[in-house]
């Protein structure tokens, strides 16, 4: 998300910062590196999260980093430092230098198991020690946004995909193998999440960012309000790309925080500033096939990557 956020902000003229660690894999923002200003900082550190403040002076914060949304990704102290404490030290450097609206990304991870789209005042049950900490993390926006009377807002995102995804991903497995005429492995085909595409998330925070006069610490749905169960979305997928290959349903291992309903609610957005997803899954689909085809290297990228994880 961070990287298409950046390419969305430049092309509406915006000075844009990145704030990006050492050792932070530079593919996504390699093609845009001359067009940002680059500040090495790590989020779990205070001193470099300020400095980095002070040098950009931002109107505009996004907070979007994160750790532990990829299965690989266990190390739970780890997760308490960068979402938690990660959090507090960019929310205290946004505070000392003063801003016009911070925007964190949080998760629809922080409701846990639900049988229907919950509203954002809904009590939370994270299920997962990220989901956890991205509660946490929400909550302490909120806490701070109210008790100083911050344009601070949080994002809760469903199922983000399109350009520049993780290539563990499901979405990019879909379109990678597909254009080889191939399917990865699957899971249960009644598993259900809610996809929204990744230029109509951006749109939602560009929307929260510019939008005054909001409640202090007001949190947002950011989804479509259609729930796809896994077997539509290969289906889609089988269709857009011509795939003659059957699903192997139960080949790949179900995870354990799948589920069969999953779905979000976005009328609070869409009442109060107007967003709305304009990207059916269909559409969304071609236009991230397309982005493959356009960038022959990176489909080369995440078909190795997709090749060494075996799918």
């Not at 680059?38 to 109107?59: G, L, M, Q």
């Not at 949080?106 to 991205?134: C, F, I, Q, R």
């Not at 995804?165 to 990019?172: G, K, Q, S």
Request: glycine share 6%; with cysteine.
């Amino acid at each position: 998300m961070g990287a298409n956020l950046a390419r969305r902000l430049l092309d509406d003229g915006h000075d844009v910062h990145l704030i990006l660690r050492r050792a932070h894999n530079p593919w996504r923002v390699e093609e845009i590196s001359e067009h940002v200003a680059i500040h090495d900082a790590d989020v779990a550190d205070a001193d470099s999260v300020a400095a980095a403040f002070a040098a950009a002076r931002p109107d505009w914060v996004f907070h979007l980093a994160a750790y532990g949304a990829y299965p690989e990704q266990k190390d739970a102290p780890r997760m308490v430092t960068t979402n938690v404490m990660g959090t507090l030290n960019m929310l205290t450097a946004a505070q000392g230098r003063g801003f016009e609206a911070f925007v964190n990304a949080g998760t629809s991870s922080e409701y846990g198991y639900k049988d229907h789209a919950p509203a954002e005042d809904e009590p939370l049950e994270p299920n997962s020690m990220y989901a956890v900490t991205k509660a946490a993390a929400t909550q302490m926006c909120r806490m701070t946004a109210r008790s100083h009377d911050l344009p601070v807002r949080t994002m809760r995102i469903y199922s983000a995909y399109g350009p520049y995804e993780e290539p563990t991903r499901l979405v990019p497995t879909l379109a990678v193998r597909g254009l080889a005429g191939e399917l990865p492995p699957l899971a249960n085909p009644d598993i259900a999440r809610d996809y929204v595409y990744v230029d109509d998330v951006c749109e939602a925070f560009v929307l929260a960012a510019a939008t005054p006069n909001q409640e202090p610490g007001v949190v947002y749905n950011v989804g479509t309000g259609v729930q796809t169960k896994l077997r539509d979305i290969v289906e889609v997928s089988r269709r857009l790309l011509a795939i003659e290959a059957e699903p192997r349903w139960g080949s790949m291992e179900q995870r354990s925080w799948d589920t069969s309903t999953w779905v979000s609610n976005p009328v609070r957005l869409e009442q109060r500033l107007g967003w709305r997803a304009r990207r059916g899954l269909e559409a969304g689909l071609r236009e991230t096939v397309e982005w493959f085809r356009v960038h022959p290297a990176l489909l080369q990228h995440y078909r190795t990557q997709i090749d060494k994880r075996g799918e």
